[in-house]
């Protein structure tokens, strides 16, 4: 019985964690929309970027994709995967450009050896 309410407990309090970080950040609306990474990945393959509304999107590279969900906090955009991994995104250009910081490391800019630009193609998620 009590191994139920803890299990419970532990149901409850990942939906309300869930809750809150819905309701967390700044409007999505401006970033939006569809993006393709300016140069090749690793000099092989582009990277197509799209962000709905909704905070779900996808990275897709060599005809692979990978869902996330995204929120934006303090400007930048977080995307979270999800096995766990967190990208920050900078906007720049009113949001028609992304940067990508791909080190692994909290910067407070994207580093040009581990970055990735992406450039508005379309608009809306």
Known sequence: MKKDLLKLAAVLSLIMI??????CGESRSPFAGTYKSVEPFAGKNYIDLTLQEDGRGTWTVAGKTIEFTWLVNEGKIWIYTKP???LI???TDAGRMLSADMSGDWHPGC??????VF????EGG
Not at 18 to 23: S, T
Not at 119 to 122: A, D, L, T, V
């Open 89 to 91: 995104v900078t906007p």
């Open 18 to 23: 869930g809750l809150i970080m819905a309701g």
């Open 84 to 86: 766990g991994a967190i």
């Open 119 to 122: 450039k508005r193609i379309s």
């Open 111 to 116: 580093p040009p050896n581990a970055c990735i």
